[in-house]
């Protein structure tokens, strides 16, 4: 037991001063407004529904978990919107929120082959925290980080972005944490600052030649204040069958540090799902490249989404998909 206390002491620490957004930044493969808010509504004909649910210790109390479920919609036909709620606890520490993104879109130009729009993008942060400092106390053990602060409290920030679409690819720079630390459980003077974060991303959608194969890569680079930098690279795969009914799909990510002159890898995730009608779902796997990181053990994320279109078709690619491949004279993904 004492064991146990010592390694969720130390998540706890990570957590509070490193990795308190951690679902910010690993989680815009599935949902690109919780990093850039101009991505609300990024696909104008489609209202999505998702659901995150990640565990990292199966039959271990209080280990590392969350849970997210955000939901996009189109606002007439320029404004987009994008909410996502959240459930955060690692050991005895916990974080409720609310993210409420906001999108205006300008159409730059507009031809049978050529599609150009430039969003703008806005949105809000609340959270509430709140720390079982009675439970997590050790005699043994002692930080003033921990000890001498509140036990709860709320919170506020905000973020913005911008995004530039060109048919089927798309780059945008999304700046989070515009507004300095406000919550009082981090009011003690040995509370590291909150830093701006910087995320710069490009993405695109592409078929593979003569194969009934997609593929959608996404790159991010993320820095802050601190000079913290990282930099992933993820690949959506996409392959239906006979039954258009059905699909599968998978993904992988990667995350690297940039920090020293070459950096470490920090860490995977592979994805395997399959999509039926306008439902998919998908497991993730993730694990650790680093010393640390593996030494705490791998994790399993299940994720769940749900799409309606302005079509109300309800097979695995949507009829507006199928309209502009026959334009274009090509196939890709996006849901």
Same mark, same amino acid.
């Given at each position: ?39 609300a509504a990024f696909h104008k004909n489609c209202v999505t ?23 996009? /919609? @189109? ?7 994008? #909410?996502?709620? $959240? ?6 520490? &916990?974080? =409720? ?110 078929? /593979? @030649? ?7 890569? #996404?790159?991010? $680079? ?6 913290? &930098?990282? =930099? ?82 309800k097979s695995a690619i949507p009829c507006s998909i199928e ?13």
């Amino acid at each position: 037991m004492r064991k146990i206390r010592v390694i969720l002491l130390l998540l706890l620490c990570v957590n509070l001063g490193y990795a308190q957004k951690y679902y910010l930044t690993n989680q815009y493969v599935y949902d690109l407004f919780q990093m850039n808010p101009a991505a609300a509504a990024f696909h104008k004909n489609c209202v999505t529904a998702t659901g995150i649910f990640q565990k990292q210790w199966f039959g271990t109390d209080l280990a590392p978990t969350y849970q997210v479920f955000s939901f996009q /919609i @189109p606002v007439l036909q320029q404004l987009g919107s994008g #909410t996502y709620v $959240y459930n955060d606890r690692n050991g005895y520490y &916990s974080e =409720m929120g609310l993210h409420q993104a906001f999108s205006y879109e300008l159409q730059l130009t507009k031809t049978k082959r050529r599609t150009m729009t430039l969003s703008f993008g806005l949105a809000f942060t609340v959270e509430q925290s709140s720390l079982q400092v009675q439970e997590l106390l050790d005699p043994e053990y002692f930080d003033p980080a921990i000890s001498g602060g509140n036990e709860s409290g709320w919170g506020f920030n905000a973020s913005t972005g911008i995004l530039l679409k060109y048919n089927d690819y798309h780059i945008g720079l999304g700046v989070t944490n515009l507004l300095p630390q406000n919550n009082s459980l981090y009011s003690h003077e040995d509370e590291p600052d909150l830093t701006t974060d910087f995320h710069f991303h490009a993405g695109g959608s592409y078929k /593979i @030649p003569d194969r009934d194969f997609y593929i959608e890569p #996404t790159f991010l $680079y993320r820095r802050n204040m601190y000079i913290d &930098s990282r =930099m992933d690279a993820n690949l959506k795969l996409y392959m239906p069958t006979p039954d258009p009914d059905w699909a599968t799909w998978g993904l992988v990510s990667y995350r690297h540090t940039t920090e020293d002159k070459i950096g470490k890898s920090l860490g995977m995730a592979v994805t395997g799902g399959v999509v039926y009608q306008n439902f998919s779902v998908g497991l993730e796997y993730q694990f650790g490249l680093t010393k640390a990181r593996s030494a705490y053990g791998n994790t399993y994320q299940l994720v769940v989404n749900y799409r309606m279109c302005r079509d109300k078709s309800k097979s695995a690619i949507p009829c507006s998909i199928e309209r502009r491949n026959k334009r274009h004279n090509y196939k890709f993904l996006s849901y």
